[in-house]
């Protein structure tokens, strides 16, 4: 199973800032094996979805040029300590990861 998903919030009077780690190899199939000299195959997160309490916060769509262990950012305002979030990420080879957190306090 993939490595859990790491989530991190900051705060500033009623805006969430939300910081998502998703550990994954992002492998773009360009890149040759040094040893054998064959195409490493392509492995890619395709989609993510992050929710707040059951309600669709940030949809994503991504592609082989993004990095190893995407991060991302985002600002969500209306959530509080204790809020529930999930973070659903679906790859190329149909492997997923779903992840839960609760936001801290401030």
Known sequence: MPEAIKLRTSWQEDIAEIRLMMPHPMETGQRKDLESGKPVA???IETFIVSANGQELVRGQLNTSIARNPLFSFY?????AGD????????????ARRDQFTLAGR
Request: no cysteine; aromatic share 10%.
């Open 76 to 80: 969500a305002r209306g959530l509080k």
């Open 84 to 95: 529930r979030i999930e973070v659903i990420w679906t790859d190329n080879r149909s492997e």
């Open 42 to 44: 392509a492995h890619f």
